[in-house]
């Protein structure tokens, strides 16, 4: 019988695929891609399952589950294929004495899963580094090599292959640097733990492990044993606003190529949802962390349409008091926010 997304995602909610596979060689993975889109089957792939949300009813098609393992260090050129898990990457290269994924150490999912949305942590993206990567075009049914030029990067989050299904990654390249010297560190709170200025280097040994500690501290590393982490990190973006409103005057602010990006963990913490929140919601089942107001969790035995319903409410009440309308992060599958109500009477602290 096929997993359920329960089983197979992070936010361990969701029903059963119809069909399921695991590729484990990439010309497998073409070839189940290349036989789905003949016959016309709808199809899902899928890596580690950490920013995927799928309903209730599961998936009515086949799920691919990329488990390619192959990696490749040649001097400083790095290649793995999309199955690997990108933590075991980033500790693998940290290891060889490479220096420039250190700060990404921890991100849960898969090597393919990190451009979709141009994965980023303590002010590092994949992009830094990341040289090239090797898609299949479903439209064109084409196997080619991409510059990064390519990838639409940039903006928060975003590439050319977020929000379509177009183009299944096969495999990624980075070029990094051998070096003891990280890339410089630009997030205070880590700088002031590894006891260099913001913009200084340090060992990447060193900076992997103060990460890993902060992810820990902050609930940020997926733990099965932990039901606060149990979500997809992030669950909404952080919104790249033309003007920022009155209403939200004293906000953090970063520069974005799209506009000014304000930290939705803060907006949703200003709109009285405080980390922790949603134990009086509905049957408590989905609640956001207690670490971090930006991360709903599944306290044990949610469904989609609980966390469905709970985002719902927690994107209403920041937009009732802020007027920004917040949009997940996270791809939703089979699955709408806000369309399911809690069982008893909604408290809003
Ligand atoms: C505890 C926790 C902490 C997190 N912290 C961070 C963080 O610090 N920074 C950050 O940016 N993200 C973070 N995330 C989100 C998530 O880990 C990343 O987005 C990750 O890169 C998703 O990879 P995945 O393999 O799990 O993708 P999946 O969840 O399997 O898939 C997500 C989407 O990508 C598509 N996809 C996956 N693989 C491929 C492929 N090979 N080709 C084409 N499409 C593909 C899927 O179809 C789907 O649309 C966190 C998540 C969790 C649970």
């Not at 400083?76 to 700060?103: C, H, I, K, R, Y």
Request: net charge negative; hydrophobic share 40%; with cysteine.
């Amino acid at each position: 019988m096929a997993p359920t997304f329960a089983e197979l995602t992070t936010m361990r909610v969701g029903g059963a695929s119809r069909d399921f596979a695991m590729a484990t060689e990439t010309a497998q993975l073409v070839e189940l891609v290349r036989r789905a889109d003949t016959d016309a089957v709808p199809l899902l792939v899928m890596g580690g399952g950490s920013n995927l949300v799928v309903g209730d009813a599961g998936w009515d098609g086949l799920t691919v589950k990329i488990a390619t393992s192959g990696i490749d260090i040649s001097g400083t050129t790095v290649s793995a294929d999309a199955g690997v898990n990108w933590d075991e990457l980033v500790a693998l290269t940290v290891a060889d004495g490479l220096s420039g994924l250190e700060a990404l150490s921890g991100i849960p999912g898969s090597v393919g899963g990190t451009p979709v949305q141009n994965v980023g942590a303590f002010g590092a993206h994949t992009s830094d580094v990341l040289t090239s990567v090797t898609l299949l075009d479903r439209d064109s049914g084409e196997i080619s090599q991409w510059g990064s030029e390519r990838c639409g990067f940039g903006s928060h989050r975003q590439s050319t292959f977020k929000n379509t299904d177009r183009f299944v990654l096969l495999r990624v390249t980075y070029e990094l640097r051998r070096s003891r010297q990280s890339a410089p560190m630009t997030f205070a709170e880590v700088a002031r733990r590894l006891d260099i200025e913001v913009g200084g280097t340090a060992d990447p040994v060193d900076v992997r492990e103060v990460v890993l500690s902060q992810r820990r501290r902050r609930g940020s590393i997926y733990d099965p044993a932990d039901s606060d982490t149990w979500g997809v990190g992030s669950f909404f973006l952080n919104p790249v606003l033309q003007e920022v409103p009155p209403q939200a005057d004293g906000s953090p602010r970063f520069p974005d190529p799209k506009g000014t990006k304000v930290p939705a963990g803060w907006l949703i913490e200003r709109a009285g949802f405080a980390p922790g929140y949603g134990a009086e919601w509905g049957r408590g089942s989905v609640r956001l962390s207690t670490k971090h107001a930006l991360v709903i969790t599944n306290r044990g035995d949610a469904t989609t349409s609980e966390v469905m319903g709970f985002a719902g409410h927690i994107r209403d009440g920041v937009e009732e008091r802020f007027g920004i309308r917040l949009t997940p992060e996270c791809r939703l599958v089979n699955c709408a926010l806000g369309v399911s109500a809690p069982e008893s009477p909604v408290i809003h602290s």
